[in-house]
């Protein structure tokens, strides 16, 4: 029986039949060794090392992400401190890693030499490496990820509390997301929705697979709350994982006539029915929980199904997709991987359609949340201000349409529809979310923590507010320097066109916008429970301080003697803009008008919070008043009077 064999073999033949179905699925699909002319033949050695350090790479991630979550998330231990067996497996998740980031900085030099064409000595060669690796999209990711590595196993190493895991998972989900945000061309078209479907498949097929590793030992024990909390998770991921599948395989061929008559159609079918027989034994072996033995053997099944499905995923990734790039009508076109729309106007900024769809979906799933919560207040009889409501989905809508709507795409093109979105994002959607109180609603609509060994979801965000690190990305000076300062180092250094340039970056800008926007509305204005509460006239001085330095950036940008951006939008120049310098000088209007009106917003709405709080406070002390016949003041007379007796 497979679960008698020791652990050791047990995880070599594991990896063997990873490694099996990458050759099965590299050979079967034509994807496993070509020539790039005109490039040097890099040769089958190097061509092959490349595909199995990457397949490793994936195996290892599975691995770590897997102890992470399971020993951090949804395994019993005490509800703050890492001791006992969570600590010891978070340790040993750190030591894996730094074995991932070796195997990520193998995996970045394979990759440039297979993007050059050289062999292993020739692009270890002076000159070669230096010169390439951090020039190229795919070998620099690599390298990132290993870096994300190694910060991951020395947090790991280092961590004593559940606060520091969940940093450290983020950054280890970071080190396998960033390498999947290269691998779609632009030119194949639906460049956002195939990043998009890339991450989530990344992420879901993470959670789910590495999780099913680390808890194979709860399951085996008949551990039934581990196995409920990781059969929630699984569920989620798997959902996510087909519809994300589904997506990126769509965006990936030419039609779906594909899976039959092409090798990457091929393994997507086999990945397919995989995934169906993962899914039965997934299935059979909740429902045999409490038969030890059966539960056991449907759990083998399923993890030995998984390595046959992550090696063809990997195989996958290096078999041409069938969809067949269009080359726009110039060079521009073909780096913005659309056509030029025609001159910008109202009615094309507000009701044109280019979304983005990482942060259509988080707009989404947060919106559905919110409305879930919503319906559990009502169902328990629990009042909530519609106004609440009302405020937080204005803010979504807000949110969506300045990142989907047509307005999103001439932020490609010209820095004044771009200063829109900025200006959108950082100060008028984090007005209507923030006062919708999404804190709050959390906080009454989950259930109370009822196992002193876990930390449920309602636990996670009280220990959230009551960290450190909220402590610090809410202290005023830190708000106030990410809020205004950061934006004179975007805009006037080369770092807005490098953030331009490419998906990701233009994807961080944005959200750094919004999260910025959202702690500074959260400090000034937040009706959520917070690390700390500034008094109100604090909070004027800050919008303030905030508003001077804004207005300073506005005219520096309209008094500006050349066009900000100019190295990404001089590439993308489309015919209707005649002088840049002009668009410049309209983005810096536009950055003083709309940045007025929130601004003056914030102040009304902290002068009505102050007031009504000094009402509340003054209708306190009059109940109280009431209830000791207003004692305090008569002690207070009483003192004077003694005072001006003076000594007798």
């Not at 509390?161 to 450290?168: C, F, G, K, M």
């Not at 001089?570 to 668009?583: I, R």
């Amino acid at each position: 029986m497979i679960a008698s064999v020791p652990k050791l073999i047990t995880r070599i033949c594991w990896l063997i039949l990873c490694a099996s179905a990458l050759a099965f699925g590299l050979i079967a699909s034509g994807g496993a060794y070509k020539m790039t002319p005109p490039f040097i033949d890099s040769g089958a050695v190097m061509t092959w090392t490349n595909q199995l350090l990457a397949l490793a790479t994936v195996v290892m991630g599975l691995v770590i992400a897997g102890l992470l979550i399971v020993h951090g998330f949804l395994a019993p231990g005490d509800a703050h401190v890492l001791v006992g067996e969570p600590r010891r497996a978070i340790k040993f998740a750190g030591r894996l890693a730094f074995g991932w980031a070796i195997l990520y900085f193998l995996s970045a030099i394979t990759t440039l030499g297979a993007v050059l064409g050289t062999n292993l000595p020739q692009t270890l060669a002076p000159g070669v490496i230096q010169t390439y690796i951090l020039d190229l999209a795919p070998s620099k990711s690599l390298l990132i990820s290993g870096l994300l590595a190694l910060i991951a196993g020395f947090g790991s190493l280092l961590a004593r509390s559940l606060n520091t895991v969940a940093a450290i998972t983020a950054i280890a989900v970071g080190a396998i997301v960033y390498p999947l945000l290269n691998s779609h061309s632009a030119a194949l078209g639906d460049h956002s929705l195939a990043i998009t479907a890339s991450v989530l498949h990344g992420v879901s097929m993470s959670l789910w697979v590495g999780s099913l590793i680390a808890i194979y030992p709860f399951i085996k024990a008949r551990n039934s709350r581990v196995t409920k909390r990781y059969s929630l998770l699984a569920t989620t991921c798997v959902v996510v994982l087909v519809i994300s599948g589904v997506i990126s395989a769509a965006v990936r061929m030419q039609s779906p006539a594909d899976l039959l008559n092409s090798g990457y159609g091929f393994l997507v079918a086999i990945k397919i029915a995989l995934f169906g027989v993962i899914g039965f034994c997934a299935l059979r072996a909740r429902s045999t929980l409490a038969e030890a033995g059966r539960a056991t053997i449907f759990v083998v099944w399923e993890i030995t199904t998984m390595a046959l499905a992550v090696g063809v995923g990997v195989a996958l990734h290096f078999t041409p997709p069938t969809r067949i790039g269009v080359a726009g009508k110039s060079a521009a076109e073909d780096i913005l991987g659309f056509n030029f729309p025609p001159a910008p106007s109202s009615a094309n900024y507000i009701f044109g359609w280019y979304p983005d769809w990482l942060i259509l979906i988080i707009a989404l799933t947060a919106a559905a949340l919110y409305l879930v919560g919503t319906i559990r207040l009502k169902r328990a009889d629990i009042a909530w201000p519609p106004l609440r409501t009302v405020s937080f989905f204005t803010g979504i809508s807000v949110l969506i349409w300045v990142t989907c709507s047509g307005l999103s795409k001439y932020a490609m093109l010209i820095f004044s529809a771009h200063m829109i979105q900025h200006m959108v994002l950082a100060m008028i959607a984090p007005i209507f979310l923030v006062l919708g109180a999404p804190i709050t609603l959390a906080l009454r609509a989950l259930p109370a923590a009822n196992e002193p060994d876990h930390r449920n979801a309602r636990s996670w965000i009280i220990a959230l507010l009551h960290s450190q690190y909220s402590r610090v990305v809410t202290a005023p000076l830190f708000v106030l320097f990410i809020f205004t300062i950061s934006l004179y180092g975007i805009y006037f250094t080369s770092a807005f066109s490098t953030l331009m340039s490419s998906h990701v970056g233009h994807i961080a800008m944005e959200l750094h916008f919004l999260i910025t926007g959202l702690l500074f509305t959260f400090v000034v204005i937040g009706v959520d429970p917070a690390p700390r509460r500034l008094p109100y006239w604090s909070r004027l001085l800050l919008v303030l301080v905030a508003l001077s330095l804004h207005a300073f950036f506005a005219l520096a940008i309209m008094q500006s003697s050349s066009p900000i951006g100019d190295t990404w939008y001089a590439q993308v120049k489309p015919p209707w803009v005649t002088n840049s310098l002009d668009v410049t000088y309209t983005a810096g209007g536009i950055a003083w008008a709309i940045g007025e009106l929130p601004t003056f917003v914030l102040l009304i709405v902290v002068a009505v919070q102050w007031s009504r709080d000094d009402s509340r406070k003054a209708a306190q002390q009059d109940r109280a008043a009431d209830r000791d016949n207003d004692l305090e003041l008569k002690e207070y007379n009483e003192r004077l009077n003694r005072l001006n007796s003076g000594p007798e």
